[in-house]
Nanobody, 116 residues
Framework: QVQLVESGGGLVQAGGSLRLSCAGSGIIFPLNTMAWYRQTPGSERELVTSITRGGSTNYADSVKGRFTISRDNAKNTVYLQMSSLKPEDTAVYYC??????????WGKGTLVTVSS
């Protein structure tokens, strides 16, 4: 059974930094694009950033220049380095990954709270 487990969330002051990790287990087929989404109460889940297996990245305008996504293919792990955090970055952050058979997987989320 494939599982994605996020870690690294928590409470941080505005201007601070956090690093999220998402580790995959039970992976049978290679993972293609891995991504981070976030969601606040009453809002739809939004794409924050994604990274292909080859390392090409994409960022939402709201996080460009502040967040950096990276991955370790050997460990089936994706990271999100978040800097210059703002209160509006407060959300539950979810890890997403798709494998070469087009199956998609989600983590259960990790809460990031940025205080002003």
């Amino acid at each position: 059974q494939v599982q994605l487990v996020e870690s690294g969330g928590g409470l941080v002051q505005a201007g601070g930094s956090l690093r999220l990790s998402c580790a995959g287990s039970g992976i049978i087929f290679p993972l293609n694009t891995m991504a981070w989404y976030r969601q606040t109460p009453g809002s739809e889940r939004e794409l924050v950033t994604s990274i292909t297996r080859g390392g090409s990245t994409n960022y939402a305008d709201s996080v460009k220049g502040r967040f950096t996504i990276s991955r370790d293919n050997a460990k089936n792990t994706v990271y999100l380095q978040m800097s210059s955090l703002k209160p509006e970055d407060t959300a539950v952050y979810y890890c997403n990954a798709g494998d070469v058979t087009s199956r998609a997987y989600w983590g259960k989320g990790t809460l990031v709270t940025v205080s002003s």
